[in-house]
């Protein structure tokens, strides 16, 4: 809520890739139970985090989102790495999502350059729009402390945020797949950072080269601490159980949970489940 914190983001052994949790630094955690509101909380902590991530010399970042206490559309983000902001009468605006009804006009011309020359991947496991009834205010801004009608509200921000992007920008994010995750961070990521949505499952064995690591293996062990039908859904099980399918692997998972019905699970190629 405007105070500022320490957060922490890793860097690689390659010493060029960066590894930053938008949690870290606008996690939901952060804000006391009696002052979360995401009309007034913003991401220009995790731009923060980018911007030192920029400054260590890293030539990619990585951006998990999820477990945020905001709803800006990534707003503070861009914020924090140059971009401005204005209304209608050319005021530049504050921060949080509430500002986004009152957005007309966005200005790049100030970004930081070395986002230019930075890939940026965001590892993202929802599929959820921006807007809508499946969109980031109305899915997700209630449990950071919005009202219905706060939430209505925010919708409604999310949708002129859109509308300028696309206009400013030439960028339609208002219904694209993820846009929606950490308060529309993601769509904010793709708007300003032309970063791209990617299941973190695929990032994280990509990065691992899991696939070469499993190639003279015998067995394959992964776990999670509940394992249920969603486990299919793009968890971190899945990107095992798929490589080990390919290379005819075993696949046991060990879980602190599981459901009963486990026959799809098995039916993808698991072996046994604990």
């Given at each position: 809520m405007g105070e500022k914190i320490s957060a922490?983001?890793?860097?690689?052994?390659?010493?060029?890739?960066?590894?930053v949790e938008m949690a870290a630094a606008s996690g939901l955690w952060l804000v006391p139970q009696d002052k979360r509101n995401p009309l007034y909380t913003t991401t220009y902590g995790t731009g923060d985090m980018v911007r030192s991530a920029l400054d260590f010399g890293v030539e990619k970042v990585i951006v998990g989102i999820g477990g945020s206490s905001t709803t800006d559309g990534g707003m503070g983000m861009a914020q924090a790495l140059g971009i401005k902001f204005y209304d209608k009468e050319g005021n530049e605006l504050g921060y949080g999502g509430i500002q986004?009804?009152?957005?007309?006009?966005?200005?790049?011309?100030?970004?930081?350059?070395?986002?230019?020359?930075?890939?940026?991947?965001?590892?993202?496991?929802?599929?959820?729009?921006l807007t809508g009834s499946k969109g980031a205010a109305y899915v997700y801004s209630p449990q950071k402390g919005a009202n219905p009608d706060e939430v209505k509200r925010l919708d409604e921000c999310l949708k002129n945020f859109a509308k300028v992007i696309k206009k400013d920008l030439g960028k339609d994010v208002e219904n694209l797949k993820g846009a929606g995750a950490a308060g529309g961070l993601g769509a904010g990521l793709v708007a300003f950072l032309d970063a791209k949505l990617r299941l973190g499952v695929d990032i994280v064995t990509e990065t691992i080269n899991l696939r070469k690591r499993m190639e003279?293996?015998?067995?394959?062990?992964?776990?999670?601490?509940?394992?249920d039908i969603q486990t299919l859904m793009g968890k971190a099980p899945?990107?095992?159980?798929?490589?080990?399918k390919e290379l005819k692997v075993p696949v046991v998972i060990i879980s602190g949970s599981v459901a009963d019905d486990m026959s799809k699970l098995h039916e993808s190629g698991v072996d046994a489940i604990f």
């Amino acid at each position: 809520m405007g105070e500022k914190i320490s957060a922490k983001y890793g860097v690689l052994g390659d010493n060029r890739t960066a590894v930053v949790e938008m949690a870290a630094a606008s996690g939901l955690w952060l804000v006391p139970q009696d002052k979360r509101n995401p009309l007034y909380t913003t991401t220009y902590g995790t731009g923060d985090m980018v911007r030192s991530a920029l400054d260590f010399g890293v030539e990619k970042v990585i951006v998990g989102i999820g477990g945020s206490s905001t709803t800006d559309g990534g707003m503070g983000m861009a914020q924090a790495l140059g971009i401005k902001f204005y209304d209608k009468e050319g005021n530049e605006l504050g921060y949080g999502g509430i500002q986004l009804e009152k957005l007309y006009k966005i200005d790049m011309k100030n970004r930081d350059p070395r986002v230019n020359r930075t890939i940026f991947e965001v590892a993202c496991d929802v599929d959820n729009p921006l807007t809508g009834s499946k969109g980031a205010a109305y899915v997700y801004s209630p449990q950071k402390g919005a009202n219905p009608d706060e939430v209505k509200r925010l919708d409604e921000c999310l949708k002129n945020f859109a509308k300028v992007i696309k206009k400013d920008l030439g960028k339609d994010v208002e219904n694209l797949k993820g846009a929606g995750a950490a308060g529309g961070l993601g769509a904010g990521l793709v708007a300003f950072l032309d970063a791209k949505l990617r299941l973190g499952v695929d990032i994280v064995t990509e990065t691992i080269n899991l696939r070469k690591r499993m190639e003279n293996v015998d067995l394959a062990i992964t776990g999670e601490g509940s394992t249920d039908i969603q486990t299919l859904m793009g968890k971190a099980p899945t990107g095992v159980i798929n490589i080990a399918k390919e290379l005819k692997v075993p696949v046991v998972i060990i879980s602190g949970s599981v459901a009963d019905d486990m026959s799809k699970l098995h039916e993808s190629g698991v072996d046994a489940i604990f």
